[in-house]
């Protein structure tokens, strides 16, 4: 499959941010959640039909994130764009359809957004632990890598969700 | 030709994101808690589900249209006994705040939480269900029972944002008061500190006179800020380990009491026009 609707991807993507903000919160594992939008954008990238489909819907995501947080406007669709922009560059040596290549990348992307919005709220509005930085963000690209290969499996499965 | 394409279409989301960065932080609250607002019907929905019949297409015969009427005053009875326990719940909170700040004629709008949690992993915030149109205003602080929930960093129409007391831009005059004597303390007498959240679990206390004994367990409670619309003697949290470590002034750990994941309804406390006016021209409130 190759082939996605980028509307029926961001009805999914508001939907997801919706069990984000209430029942993944509740099931937080030492305040670390599994980052469900992130894992969406990383099967729009490796999924896109060609890359400005991928670029785009990565990207559209990424504000659908921003519209649930009190940071920024566009700082996580900036994040998201850039980690789209590196797995669509990297995607034509990848096996994508492999559990492993999903769950490394998404691994990889989880650890680049977190790490990367971190330093932008400790540098714009004040520290934040070192020790919270690093267990928090470990923790949640491992939440967000495991919570990627079912919910890969489910897009590529039941086709009619995005295409 | 297709890499060209790309390049194009990076560089103009690359643009778009630094446009939206940029855009002044009135126009981009308005218009996501404005988006936020569209997600108000899922509040009841979980609740209008209940309401839905068990199942379709039986003949309504004399038993059943009885059996109907009886499960429809049922569920009226359960709504009006929910209702009741709202309501009970907002007195309850009205009036373990108007202890805390009876003397200082502060107003109280209550208001209902939709999203508890923020969707950034390092951002604090809930999302409430008042905006400008029922008068909340930026800054203000959000209180549940006595305990700080945080204060309102972006207002929309109808929704509200409010950085929550563990988001690390949620500063606020603090002083820790020891369990043994909590009760008499007097808080001109103690060495204010500052509080701050850390975006994990806990917050933070620091800059407080080295002399000042905190223990584990301690109340952490606010010091009065009237340009900023703190009354005294709100609870922040409660200090679970003190660190001594090598600068001259200690820190320690806060805990709220309070689980912001669970809750459904907060306080807006509204300070009385005096109490900033004062502060602002000098003068005691």
Redesign the interface.
């Given at each position: 499959m190759t082939k996605y609707s980028t509307g029926k991807l961001l009805l999914l993507a508001a939907l997801l941010l919706a069990c984000e903000l209430t029942v993944l919160d509740r099931w937080a594992l030492k305040g670390a959640r599994p980052e469900t939008l992130l894992s969406l954008a990383c099967f729009a990238a490796l999924f896109a039909r060609d890359s400005t489909q991928g670029l785009l819907a990565s990207w559209l995501i990424g504000l659908v994130k921003d519209a649930g947080s009190a940071g920024p406007l566009g700082l996580h669709a900036l994040l998201f764009l850039g980690a789209g922009a590196v797995v669509l560059e990297i995607r034509q040596i990848l096996f994508r359809e492999s559990p492993l290549t999903q769950l490394c990348v998404t691994f990889i992307a989880a650890c680049w957004v977190n790490l990367a919005a971190a330093l932008v709220v400790a540098i714009s509005v004040g520290g934040i632990p070192l020790g919270v930085i690093v267990g928090k963000t470990l923790l949640s690209a491992l939440l967000t890598a495991a919570l990627a290969v079912p919910m890969h499996f489910t897009l590529y499965q039941a086709r009619w969700l995005v295409r | 030709m297709?890499s060209r394409?790309?390049r194009s279409?990076?560089w103009l989301?690359?643009g778009?994101?630094?446009?939206?960065?940029l855009?002044p932080?009135g126009v981009?609250?308005k218009?996501?808690l404005s988006?936020?607002a569209g997600?108000l019907p899922?509040q009841g929905l979980s609740r209008w589900t209940l309401r839905l019949p068990g199942s379709w297409g039986t003949s309504p015969g004399e038993l059943e249209t009885l059996r109907t009427q009886n499960d429809f005053l049922q569920d009226q009875q359960v709504k009006v006994t929910h209702e009741n326990q709202r309501l009970a719940l907002l007195l309850e909170q009205a009036l373990g705040m108007k202890q805390t700040v009876r003397d200082q004629n502060f107003r109280l709008l209550a208001a209902d939480v939709i999203?508890?949690?923020?969707?950034?992993?390092?951002?604090?915030?809930i999302?409430i269900t008042l905006g400008t149109r029922g008068g909340a205003e930026k800054g203000l602080l959000v209180v549940y029972n006595n305990q700080v929930v945080g204060r309102i960093?972006?207002t929309g129409p109808w929704t509200s944002?409010v950085?929550t007391v563990t988001?690390?831009?949620f500063?606020a005059g603090a002083v820790a008061a020891p369990r043994t004597t909590a009760s008499g303390v007097a808080f001109s007498e103690r060495h204010g500190g500052v509080y701050?959240?850390?975006?994990?679990?806990n917050g933070l206390i620091k800059w407080f006179g080295g002399e000042t004994p905190v223990e584990n367990g301690a109340a952490v409670l606010t010091t009065e800020d009237p340009a900023n619309g703190v009354p005294r003697g709100l609870s922040l949290g409660r200090i679970t380990s003190v660190n001594l470590g090598r600068g001259a002034l200690p820190r320690a750990d806060v805990e709220p009491l309070l689980d912001f994941?669970s809750l459904e309804h907060v306080m807006i406390l509204i300070p009385p026009p005096d109490f900033r006016a004062a502060a602002l021209s000098g003068g005691k409130p």
């Open positions: - | 297709g394409r790309r279409a990076t989301l690359l778009l994101s630094l446009v939206l960065l855009l932080s981009s609250q218009t996501r988006a936020l997600f899922l999203f508890p949690t923020d969707s950034s992993p390092w951002r604090k915030s999302t960093v972006e944002r950085q988001d690390p831009g500063r701050e959240g850390t975006a994990g679990q994941r």
